[in-house]
């Protein structure tokens, strides 16, 4: 797409949605809830627009777009992916008179404010591990006579299965878990006191395929539609006294938030990077042919309670990652499991050499001895009424900057 495009639709230059972008996600107003695009601060409106016979001749199923998720369209092949954005962007681009006529004749702009909803129905959620400095600082504070890193994680991406039931849209209020953390004479029972976000970014899936059938790792992006934002909330004092000797549980299960927009992966094909090197070399079925990364400027604000100033406590980039999403997705499958079209895998936390660049609050504040100064006091872990905003961003030279809206929660009680 020439970088030169414009739409027809004024779009403000510092938007997150021109029309090199066009997310996919869910929107209710007072006609329902349906699917559309975003394109600077209106949505276009995809259900009418299919009801209208915009989309003919792309291979676009019946009644795909007037649900409320993406599922149906994310169960199409990548190639009527592909048809519809291509029709989306003919019509919505400066100069096409005719489309322009065409969506007002329709009414096909929605311009009023609307409910966002979730974007997609999670059949499964899959979290990562996969940012080695993450890792390394998780490890350093856990098992400080130890090695940061165990000896399987540079062989294979560490991931666990989490509850997609508890997946809920940016906006959703947070409440604060319950359950047993460690204590001096024994276990204690209670809210968590170390209630931590950790910065991620997920991949939404079409179809794979058979039960038992792996996907390669050359093949892998085929089944990626596109990306989110994603703030795995996590309660450490739970987590700590639960996940040896299996893992994440009740300290992870109670919420994950994500954007309601889903940037397709064509729309970041210029900000495509080589992925981070690896060494030692991973196994063969983990070796692709062109193995990349993608380049997203990550960013946290946290706003206190009772306060309206945000503070900046994180900036970071998403190529810090040590492995891909090929990669994850292949792993995930290596024994035969199944992708279907809406699962979410997330990348774990994303976290950068230097203390503003970790993704949690654990880091940041090295599990409560360091607090992060915000406005008017301190922070460790959340409080009760912080509200917590995750933004990401995309930009490179001679590039229309892209981005993924904001994620964000407040914690209640």
Same mark, same amino acid.
């Given at each position: 797409?020439?970088?030169?495009?414009?739409?027809?639709?004024?779009?403000?230059?510092?938007?997150?949605? @021109?029309?090199?972008?066009?997310?996919?996600?869910?929107?209710?107003?007072? &006609?329902?809830?349906?699917?559309?695009?975003?394109?600077?601060?209106?949505?276009?409106?995809?259900? $009418?627009?299919?009801?209208?016979?915009?989309?003919?001749?792309?291979?676009?199923?019946?009644?795909?777009?007037?649900?409320?998720?993406?599922?149906?369209?994310?169960?199409?092949?990548?190639?009527?992916?592909?048809?519809?954005?291509?029709?989306?962007?003919?019509?919505?681009?400066?100069?096409?008179?005719?489309? &322009?006529?065409?969506?007002?004749?329709?009414?096909?702009?929605?311009?009023?404010?609307?409910?966002?909803?979730?974007?997609?129905?999670?059949?499964?959620?899959?979290?990562?591990?996969?940012?080695?400095?993450?890792?390394?600082?998780?490890?350093?504070?856990?098992?400080?006579?130890?090695?940061?890193?165990?000896?399987?994680?540079?062989?294979?991406? %560490?991931?666990?299965?989490?509850?997609?039931?508890?997946?809920?849209?940016?906006?959703?209020?947070?409440?604060?878990?319950?359950?047993?953390?460690?204590?001096?004479?024994? @276990? =204690?029972?209670?809210?968590?006191?170390?209630?931590?976000?950790?910065?991620?970014?997920?991949?939404?899936?079409?179809?794979? @395929?058979?039960?038992?059938?792996?996907?390669? %790792?050359?093949?892998?992006?085929?089944?990626?539609?596109?990306?989110?934002?994603?703030?795995?909330?996590?309660? $450490?004092?739970?987590?700590?006294?639960?996940? %040896?000797?299996?893992?994440?549980?009740?300290?992870?299960?109670?919420?994950? *938030?994500? *954007?309601?927009?889903?940037?397709?992966?064509?729309?970041?094909?210029?900000?495509?990077?080589?992925?981070?090197?690896?060494?030692?070399?991973?196994?063969?079925?983990?070796?692709?042919?062109?193995?990349?990364?993608?380049?997203?400027?990550?960013?946290?604000?946290?706003?206190? *309670?009772?306060?309206?100033?945000?503070?900046?406590?994180?900036? =970071?980039?998403?190529?810090?990652?040590?492995?891909?999403?090929?990669?994850? +997705?292949?792993?995930?499958?290596?024994?035969?499991?199944? %992708?279907?079209?809406?699962?979410?895998?997330?990348?774990?936390?994303?976290?950068?050499?230097?203390?503003?660049?970790?993704?949690?609050?654990?880091?940041?504040?090295?599990?409560? =001895?360091?607090?992060?100064?915000?406005?008017?006091?301190?922070?460790?872990? +959340?409080?009760?009424?912080?509200?917590?905003?995750? *933004?990401?961003?995309?930009?490179?030279?001679?590039?229309?900057?892209?981005?993924?809206?904001?994620?964000?929660? =407040?914690?209640? @009680?």
């Amino acid at each position: 797409m020439s970088e030169n495009l414009r739409s027809w639709i004024e779009v403000r230059e510092e938007s997150d949605f @021109p029309i090199q972008n066009l997310p996919y996600g869910v929107f209710s107003d007072a &006609q329902g809830t349906r699917c559309g695009v975003a394109i600077g601060d209106v949505v276009f409106d995809l259900a $009418r627009a299919e009801a209208v016979g915009l989309f003919k001749n792309t291979g676009l199923a019946n009644g795909t777009f007037g649900t409320p998720s993406l599922n149906r369209f994310l169960n199409h092949a990548r190639g009527v992916w592909s048809n519809v954005r291509a029709h989306l962007i003919e019509t919505l681009a400066e100069g096409n008179t005719e489309g &322009q006529a065409f969506c007002e004749s329709h009414d096909l702009i929605v311009r009023e404010p609307v409910a966002m909803r979730m974007p997609v129905d999670i059949g499964d959620y899959v979290d990562f591990y996969s940012s080695e400095q993450h890792a390394t600082n998780v490890g350093k504070m856990f098992r400080p006579d130890g090695e940061p890193l165990l000896p399987n994680w540079k062989h294979l991406p %560490v991931g666990y299965h989490g509850r997609s039931g508890t997946v809920v849209v940016s906006g959703t209020p947070i409440a604060r878990p319950r359950g047993q953390r460690r204590g001096t004479n024994g @276990p =204690t029972f209670g809210p968590s006191e170390k209630l931590d976000i950790e910065l991620e970014v997920g991949f939404v899936t079409g179809t794979g @395929p058979q039960l038992g059938t792996a996907i390669g %790792v050359d093949e892998a992006e085929h089944h990626i539609f596109g990306m989110c934002l994603v703030n795995d909330w996590s309660a $450490r004092d739970i987590q700590a006294w639960e996940y %040896v000797p299996l893992g994440p549980f009740l300290g992870k299960s109670f919420a994950t *938030s994500i *954007s309601p927009w889903i940037v397709p992966l064509e729309a970041l094909e210029p900000f495509r990077v080589p992925a981070h090197e690896q060494d030692p070399q991973p196994l063969p079925y983990l070796r692709g042919s062109d193995s990349r990364g993608v380049a997203i400027d990550l960013r946290v604000d946290l706003t206190p *309670s009772g306060s309206a100033n945000a503070t900046r406590v994180t900036e =970071t980039s998403f190529t810090n990652m040590y492995w891909t999403m090929a990669q994850q +997705l292949t792993h995930a499958t290596v024994n035969g499991a199944t %992708v279907r079209a809406g699962d979410l895998f997330a990348s774990g936390t994303v976290s950068g050499p230097t203390p503003d660049e970790f993704g949690s609050l654990l880091e940041r504040s090295w599990n409560g =001895t360091k607090p992060i100064e915000v406005d008017g006091g301190t922070r460790t872990f +959340l409080e009760d009424g912080d509200t917590v905003t995750i *933004s990401g961003r995309c930009q490179a030279n001679g590039r229309v900057p892209i981005g993924f809206g904001v994620c964000e929660g =407040t914690v209640t @009680p």
